[in-house]
């Protein structure tokens, strides 16, 4: 029986040299590193990188919301997190919570309905009410 180590959450070209040097075979990212990429293409080491990006988390709502966002600070506390697409007005203080820097709106404020009828007044009150709920995360 043939032992093959592997390797995951490798966040840098680095730790991934130094994983192959100790006799890694098959190494994982969260995301897409080019550089090790880059260092492993005519090499035999499997390198499977994540396939999303972890700074624009689109469509956060399908991919698990908050729970996701958790998943991915945890190897990424450092980078700035986006989450778009499904995100309400109401849940804008949950996603600023759980790490998201920030969220994608576009269909919270600019509700389709008010656009068609062109009432601002609408839009304007979905906005203030956004920016409230981001007030209030922060404060948490």
Not at 14 to 24: P, Q, Y
């Amino acid at each position: 029986m043939k032992l093959s180590i592997k390797v995951g959450t490798v966040l840098n070209a680095e730790d991934a040299r130094k994983a192959v040097k100790a006799g890694a075979q098959f190494l994982m990212s969260p995301g897409t590193v080019m550089e090790i990429l880059l260092d492993l293409q005519n090499t035999d080491v499997l390198y499977i990188p994540g396939a999303m990006t972890p700074t624009e988390i689109y469509p956060v709502s399908v991919l698990g919301g908050c729970d996701y966002i958790k998943a991915l600070k945890k190897p990424f506390p450092h980078i700035p997190v986006v989450a778009s697409q499904g995100i309400t007005t109401d849940s804008i203080g949950n996603y600023i919570e759980c790490g998201a820097s920030a969220v994608v709106l576009s269909d919270a404020i600019f509700e389709k309905e008010a656009m068609r009828q062109r009432n601002f007044d609408v839009i304007h009150r979905l906005a203030h009410l956004a920016t409230r709920q981001v007030g209030q995360a922060g404060k948490c």
